[in-house]
Antibody, heavy 121, light 111 residues
């Protein structure tokens, strides 16, 4: 059983960067295709990007290209999502999510608990 | 504006059945069988209810079923229960440069 535990809430000023972590247990990170989804307050879900094992690369939603970086530390089984040049519209709960396998099946069986990032001056 | 269109809200009485639609295009819902449905209660992470159009993960009640016709996918919940009251989101693989898109979400109210 995959368990995903995310880092705590963050408050950032406009223009700053934030880095959210997602610790994996029950599996090793190399066995998973990890993705990130966000949800602004009162709004819907939005896929940000994730690891595509077919290409062996991390792919990002066009909307976030150039502003987001997703990395992994396999020594600690921790995935990271860093978003830069923050603006108020980036205020949201950020989730890590995976289907529990090394391939990407375009679904998410397992989710972290979410990390609230608030962008405010 | 979400890539997939869902009704903002649906409602039903306990014991009844309801259906939530998710309309896309031939580049997403209509072109691939990678439609998923998620249930989200307030303040909680989403939960996968249906994947690959009509498959239920282990542990999900058989009161939940999924289907697809053309560019529209549907989630049907039969025998509505109070605990089904939640937000529901569809998602689909898409051939665009952003390969996964979600619907805007549907709030289900159990009357």
């Amino acid at each position: 059983q995959v368990q995903l535990v995310q880092s705590g809430a963050e408050v950032k000023k406009p223009g700053a960067s934030v880095k959210v972590s997602c610790k994996v247990s029950g599996y090793t990170l190399t066995e998973l295709s990890m993705h990130w989804v966000r949800q602004a307050p009162g709004k819907g879900l939005e896929w940000m990007g994730g690891f595509d094992p077919e290409d062996g690369e991390t792919i990002y939603a066009q909307k976030f290209q150039g502003r987001v970086t997703m990395t992994e530390d396999t020594s600690t089984d921790t995935a990271y999502m860093e978003l830069s040049s923050l603006r108020s519209e980036d205020t949201a709960v950020y989730y890590c999510a995976t289907d529990g396998g090394s391939g990407w099946t375009f679904r998410f069986d397992y989710w972290g608990q979410g990390t609230l990032v608030t962008v405010s001056s | 504006q979400s890539a997939l269109t869902q009704p903002a809200s649906v409602s039903g009485s306990p014991g009844q059945s309801i259906t939530i639609s998710c309309t896309g295009t031939s580049s997403d819902v209509g072109g691939y069988n990678y439609v998923s449905w998620y249930q989200q209660h307030p303040g909680k992470a989403p939960k996968l209810m249906i994947y690959d159009v009509s498959n239920r993960p282990s542990g999900v009640s058989n009161r939940f079923s999924g289907s697809k016709s053309g560019n529209t996918a549907s989630l049907t919940i039969s025998g509505l229960q109070a605990e089904d009251e939640a937000d529901y989101y569809c998602s689909s693989y898409t051939s665009s440069s952003t390969p996964l898109v979600f619907g805007g979400g549907t709030k289900l109210t159990v009357l």
